[in-house]
């Protein structure tokens, strides 16, 4: 079988794995960075992942290392770095039982970065998705003082004729600080009839 990377993504140091009969027939997708790479950026205390109104997971704390990482995928565009924790997002992922409702983008922030990255951070993990919220402002939560984020308005509003009475959902977002953005398009969901949301994200600002 050929391999679909050659090289660390991140460093592009050649990436010497072996094919094993293991990996051909799993469910785990071929490495993508080096293990070196890998060391450096720092896992959550998952057991103490939990919010009392509902529940967060987030697989990283954010680190030199990922705030590198978020660079070059988001803002440098290099949407082929969606790959690197996709056997991580499909081990907490592909198991959960509510539909998987990523965080959107405002359209205008969408043209102008040319990709959707929770969306294709789902779609390398092979995570089905659906879409039920709209954002309604192009402003970002990282422009925002702490006081300014937590002080809002609702940025969400639900997308016409989407239908999420009794359902369970799951919100998916690439990072959290405050929980500002998750919490708004929380409240947009319970308040349009939802039986209950939870979030998961890759990083814990």
Request: with cysteine; hydrophobic share 40%; net charge neutral.
């Amino acid at each position: 079988m050929k391999k679909e990377v050659y090289n660390c993504l991140l460093c592009g140091t050649p990436l010497n794995v072996h094919v094993t009969w293991k990996w051909l027939l799993g469910n785990a997708f071929e490495r993508t960075i080096c293990l070196q790479c890998e060391g450096e950026f720092e896992s959550v205390d998952l057991s103490a992942e939990t919010n009392k109104i509902f529940d967060v997971v987030s697989l990283y704390q954010y680190n030199d290392k990922m705030k590198d990482y978020l660079h070059r995928y988001k803002f440098m565009h290099d949407v082929a770095l969606a790959k690197v924790f996709r056997n991580q997002i499909r081990q907490h992922l592909s198991k959960r039982n509510e539909i998987i409702v990523p965080i959107p983008m405002h359209p205008a922030k969408l043209k102008e970065r040319t990709f959707a990255h929770v969306d294709e951070l789902l779609k390398a993990a092979n995570i089905p998705y659906q879409h039920f919220l709209v954002k309604t402002t192009t402003e970002t939560q990282g422009e925002k003082t702490r006081e300014e984020r937590i002080n809002s308005p609702q940025l969400f509003e639900l997308i016409e004729n989407v239908d999420v009475k009794n359902k369970e959902i799951l919100l998916v977002d690439d990072i959290t600080t405050t929980g500002t953005t998750i919490e708004h398009a929380r409240i947009a969901l319970i308040e349009a009839g939802a039986k209950s949301v939870n979030a998961f994200t890759l990083i814990k600002g």
